[in-house]
């Protein structure tokens, strides 16, 4: 999932070499916890949150069929 992450994310942004991913595990649970350059956070956002949220749908799929379950957090790099 990480790489699915990674790669849509680095196909939206301007500045893929600022963005940073970590991973963190709770309770069976993963959170992808990705930092942006601030340029950048409406693009992936998108009007009405439509974008990350078609993001975050894809997610749930495809970790349903692993039968896991993970979670997008997306916040701006602190400058």
Same mark, same amino acid.
């Given at each position: ?9 680095? %196909? ?29 956070? %409406? ?5 009405? %949150? ?30």
């Amino acid at each position: 999932m990480l790489k699915y992450v990674e790669f849509v994310l680095k %196909g939206l942004v301007e500045n893929p070499e600022s963005m940073h991913i970590d991973t963190e595990e709770k309770d069976g649970l993963t959170v992808y916890k990705v930092r942006l350059h601030p340029e950048d956070m %409406g693009k992936v956002i998108g009007k009405q %949150g439509n974008t990350i949220n078609a993001i975050r749908g894809l997610m749930q799929a495809g970790s349903a069929k692993t039968e896991s379950r993970c979670v997008l957090e997306v916040s701006e790099q602190e400058t």
